[in-house]
């Protein structure tokens, strides 16, 4: 079969690697009808030292089941299933917590002899605990809203989870990339009240006006925080969600947060420390946030996406084959793509 590896920055191939088959008896091999392009693979791409190995990637994948171990319950051939970015049994103590991405038996996508999400198809470990099926058929209108499950949306919502969005609150989102925008969708269907997007890119921040956005705010750094302030009465907003991972931005959630506010981060960081000084500790400032446990809310966001009461698909604004993966990779870089979706 056909798969994607990265050799190293910049550099991405289709290559032909070993048909997956059932190892353990937990496994399932599922053929992939749809994956995307993770806003979080463009780190590796933009810097990832070069080697002579290349090494299978993406994370994001729905798929129907083409072979199925002998201990996996409930879930059969033939189903149409979505895997969150990390396989996890779901039944440790850290996943009876909602922490699935802590799984004391699970793992990452596209390492250890496991394969990734962007190829013809994947044994997912743990398939039990990992799978969820999905009750549509593979030629639905609603799959690319329901690959958002995967990983974007459930992001999205978990920055606003673990920031406490709720009813009436106010919300400022800094960064207007995929996980920004799922933001976006995630806080106004939580209740947010106000919800302030940072973003400089019309077509983007559109879409989060059409996700929910009240007020678009493309000013950065100390004039960015300046305008938040002035559309909150000088205060700031009592939520922060911050969808980008730069230490800029960061400090940008800092300063737009209200005193005894929150700062949730779900941006990969490319950073090592948080400048959380006497402001910080004056305002009574809560930093929260953190990699999602995507698996746990699934079965809560589903509902929402079958009925059409929420469309985070629209995030894809490409589409292509496998063959032109690693030109999705640059658009995505170059940022004239959004978000790629991939039909293998
Ligand atoms: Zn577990």
Known sequence: MKAT??????????ENVPDPELKDPTDAVVRVVRSCICGS?????GSKEA???GARIGHEFLGVIEDIGS??????????????????DNTCDFCAEGLQTSCRHGGGWGMNGVDGGQGEAVRVPQAQGTLVKLPVGEDSALLPSLLTLSDVFSTGHHCAVTAGVSEGDTVTVIGDGAVGLSAVLAAKRLGAEQIILMGRHTARTDLGREFGATDVVAE????GIEKVRELTGGDGTRKVLECVGHEAAMDMALGAVRSGGTV???GVPQY??????SQFFMNNITLTGGVAPARAYIEELMPDVLDGKVEPGKVFDVS?????????YQQMADREALKVIVTP
Do not use: H, N
């Open 71 to 88: 201990e996996v319950d409930g879930l059969a051939k033939g189903d149409l299933v979505v895997a969150p970015f990390v396989w996890a």
């Open 320 to 328: 292509m084959g496998l063959d032109d993966v690693p030109t999705g």
């Open 51 to 53: 080697s002579d190995e």
């Open 5 to 14: 590896l990265i050799y190293g920055k910049g550099d991405i191939r289709i």
């Open 41 to 45: 693979d463009l780190w590796p791409y």
């Open 220 to 223: 950065r750094g100390d004039e």
């Open 272 to 277: 090592d420390k948080v400048t959380a000084g």
């Open 264 to 266: 949730s981060r779900v």
